[in-house]
C-alpha cells in the first residue's frame, strides 16, 4: 500500500512535456504535416502507449523524443533537458521495432555495445549484462549468437540492451509487432513486470489496442493527415494486472473506447 | 553439394579439354600439310593428326604438351634455376602480392575518406574512375620509367602497377560495404550518442567486412595480371611475363601457354585463399548461417 502511495506522489513529477510541437517532412508531392499541434506530458512512473493508424506519426513523436527527428516548431523537454542534451546524457533507451542486435557480436555482447560506447569498466559491464540479461530472462544465452535466438528471445536481448544503460525512460516502439501472438502475451506480461520492479517511465508505440490497454496507464490515441492526438484515456485499471484482466467488463469499457477514438480518426481520413 | 558437384566439375573439365585438342589438329594441320608438300610425301591423315599434337612449335599446343612442359620446368628443375617456372612464378607472385597489399591499403583508406567526407566523394570519385579507363598497357612503362628516374628499382615499380589495378575494386566494394549498415543499426549507434570513430569500428567496419573480402578476390586476381604486364614492357629477364616475352621472341609457344596456364592456376589459388579467409572470417564474427552463402569462390 505505502508503495502505491509513493508511486501516487512521484506521478506529480513530469518527464517529458510536449508543447504545440508540430514536424513537418518536406517532400516532393508538398509537405507531410506528420505531426500537428502536439500537446502532452508524460509522467514519471508512467506507462503511456501511443495507438493509432499508419501514418499518424505516433513512431515520429517518439523519434522526436528520442533526437531521432527535430521537430519543426513548438517545444519538448525531457527530463527538463532538450531532446538533444537528453541523448547526449543517455537519458533514455530506445527499442526498435526489430530487435536491430548486430549479428556478428553475441547476445551478451550485444547487450554490452552501449555499455562499452559509453566507456564503462569490464567489471561493471559484465555485471550489468549479466542483471540485465537475467532479468528478461536470457541467462545461459550469453555465447548465442542472435541468428540462433527465436523472434521473442531477440527482442527481449534487444530490451536487455536499453536497459542496461540504466536510463529512467524507456521508449519502445512497436517492440512486439512482429511476433506472434502467444509470444506477444508472454512478453507483455514480462515487460509489466519488469515496469513494477524497476518503477521506470515507459512510452510504448503500438497498432494493438489490447497491448495498449493492457500495458498502459495512459493511452495516447492518434489519428492521421495531419498526425494528431485525437483523445488521451486515463486507465483505472490495478498496476498490477494478469493476462486474465482482458476478460473483465473494465477492460473492455477502455478497449472499446480506443476503438471508438480510432474509428473517429478513421472517418476524418473517409471525409479527405 | 560436394559429391553432386562432381559430375558437372569433370563434364566441363572434359569438354574444354576435348575442345582443345580439335582446336590443336585444326589450327596445326596447315603446317602438317606444307611439311608433307615440301617432302614429297603423302601421309595418311591419321598421322598427320597424330603429329599435329607433336609439333615443336605449334600454333596451339595440345594440353599433354603443356602438362609435360610444366612438369619438366617445375618439378624437374631446381628452384633457383632460370629455367624453372617456380622461380618466375614466385618472384612475379611477390610483387603481385606487395602490389595486392598496398592497393588494399589505399582502397580502404580512399573509401573511409569518400564515405565520411561529401567533398571528397565528388572530388575523388572521377579520378579514381578516370584511372582505370586509362589501359594499363599504356602507362605501365610510363611508370616504369618514371619510377625509375627517381631511384625505385625491384620490386616495387611491378607492385605499384598491381597496386594501380588492385585498388579499385577494393574501393568500389569498401564504399559499398560503409554505407551498408541498416537505418536502425545506425539509429542505435545515434542514441548512445556514439562518436564517429566508435560508430566506425563497432557498426561500419563490421558490416563491410563481406564486402571488402568480395572486393579482395578481385583484386587479388587482377593484382598478378598487373604483375605480368609490368613485367613485359621492361624487359624484365625474370617472372611468368619475363617467360611470356621470352617466349614470343622465340616463337616457343608451348613455352607461352605453360607460363598462361601457371599464371592462371596461381590466380585461383589466391581468390581461392582470400576466400578461405573470407569465410573464416565470417565465421569467427559468428555470421556462418548454415548454407546461406553460395559456392567457396
Redo the contacts between chains.
Keep these: 500500500m505505502s508503495d502505491l502511495l509513493s508511486n501516487n506522489s512521484q506521478q506529480t513529477e513530469s518527464v517529458i512535456n510536449v508543447n504545440n510541437l508540430s514536424l513537418t517532412f518536406p517532400t516532393s508531392d508538398g509537405d507531410v504535416h506528420a505531426l500537428s499541434e502536439i500537446d502532452l506530458t508524460i509522467n514519471r512512473g508512467d506507462f503511456v502507449s501511443f495507438i493509432g493508424p499508419s501514418g499518424c506519426g505516433k513512431t515520429t513523436l517518439l523519434r522526436v523524443i528520442?533526437?531521432?527527428e527535430q521537430a519543426t516548431s513548438g517545444s519538448i523537454d525531457v527530463n527538463g533537458m532538450t531532446p538533444h542534451e537528453a541523448?547526449?546524457a543517455?537519458a533514455?533507451?530506445?527499442v526498435?521495432?526489430?530487435a536491430?542486435l548486430?549479428?556478428?557480436?553475441?547476445i551478451s555482447k550485444n547487450v554490452a555495445?552501449?555499455l562499452?560506447?559509453?566507456g564503462l569498466d569490464a567489471a561493471v559491464i559484465r555485471e550489468r549484462v549479466r542483471k540485465n540479461m537475467e532479468l528478461v530472462d536470457l541467462a545461459g544465452f550469453e555465447k548465442k549468437?542472435p541468428?540462433q535466438l527465436s523472434g521473442g528471445m531477440q527482442q527481449r536481448a534487444s530490451i536487455a540492451r536499453a536497459l542496461a544503460?540504466e536510463p529512467d525512460l524507456l521508449l519502445m516502439d512497436e517492440p512486439f509487432g512482429a511476433l506472434d501472438e502467444i509470444v506477444r502475451d508472454h512478453l507483455n506480461e514480462q515487460l509489466l513486470k519488469l515496469w513494477a520492479q524497476t518503477n521506470k517511465t515507459v512510452v510504448f508505440v503500438t497498432h494493438s489496442i489490447p497491448e495498449a490497454v493492457y500495458l498502459s496507464n495512459r493511452i495516447v490515441v492518434m489519428s492521421p493527415r495531419p498526425g494528431r492526438i485525437h483523445d488521451v484515456i486515463e486507465s483505472n485499471l490495478p498496476r498490477d494486472r494478469e493476462l486474465s484482466i482482458r476478460e473483465t467488463p473494465e477492460f473492455l469499457t477502455l478497449a472499446n473506447r480506443v476503438r471508438d477514438g480510432l474509428r473517429a480518426g478513421h472517418s476524418y481520413d473517409e471525409v479527405a | 553439394m560436394k559429391k553432386s558437384a562432381f559430375f558437372p566439375i569433370v563434364v566441363v573439365v572434359a569438354a574444354i579439354v576435348l575442345l582443345w585438342y580439335v582446336f590443336t589438329v585444326v589450327m596445326n594441320l596447315a603446317w602438317e600439310k606444307s611439311v608433307a608438300e615440301r617432302a614429297g610425301t603423302t601421309p595418311s591423315f591419321t598421322t598427320m593428326v597424330s603429329n599435329t599434337m607433336q609439333q615443336e612449335r605449334p600454333v596451339l599446343p595440345a594440353p599433354h604438351q603443356v602438362v609435360e612442359e610444366i612438369i619438366n620446368t617445375t618439378f624437374k628443375k631446381k628452384i633457383t634455376s632460370k629455367r624453372s617456372l617456380i622461380y618466375h612464378a614466385q618472384i612475379t607472385l611477390s610483387s603481385s602480392m606487395l602490389g595486392f597489399l598496398m592497393g588494399t591499403l589505399l582502397g580502404i583508406v580512399l573509401a573511409v575518406a569518400i564515405v565520411y567526407n561529401e567533398a571528397l566523394n565528388k572530388s575523388l570519385m572521377p579520378w579514381i574512375i578516370a584511372s582505370q579507363t586509362i589501359p594499363i598497357l599504356a602507362i605501365a612503362p610510363m611508370i616504369i620509367v618514371v619510377l625509375n628516374a627517381i631511384g625505385v628499382q625491384g620490386l616495387l615499380p611491378k607492385a605499384f602497377i598491381s597496386m594501380y589495378l588492385s585498388f579499385f575494386p577494393i574501393v568500389v566494394g569498401m564504399v559499398k560495404g560503409l554505407n551498408s549498415p541498416e537505418r536502425s543499426h545506425l539509429d542505435l549507434m545515434h542514441t548512445y550518442n556514439a562518436s564517429a570513430v566508435q560508430t566506425f569500428f563497432k557498426l561500419r567496419l563490421p558490416t563491410s567486412l563481406p564486402y571488402l573480402f568480395t572486393s579482395m578476390k578481385i583484386a587479388v586476381a587482377i593484382s598478378l595480371v598487373g604483375a605480368i604486364v609490368a613485367e613485359l614492357p621492361t624487359g624484365a629477364v625474370a617472372g611468368l611475363g619475363a617467360r611470356l616475352l621470352a617466349g614470343s621472341y622465340y616463337g616457343q609457344t608451348i613455352q607461352i601457354w605453360s607460363a598462361l596456364v601457371v599464371a592462371s592456376i596461381l590466380a585461383a589459388t589466391l581468390v581461392m585463399l582470400v576466400g578461405l579467409v573470407g569465410e573464416w572470417v565470417n565465421r569467427r564474427m559468428g555470421l556462418a548461417q548454415s548454407n546461406s552463402s553460395g559456392g567457396t569462390l
Design positions: 528520442a533526437d531521432l541523448r547526449l543517455r533514455y533507451g530506445y526498435f521495432q526489430a536491430s548486430y549479428p556478428w557480436r553475441t555495445l552501449p562499452e560506447i559509453m549468437y541468428w544503460v
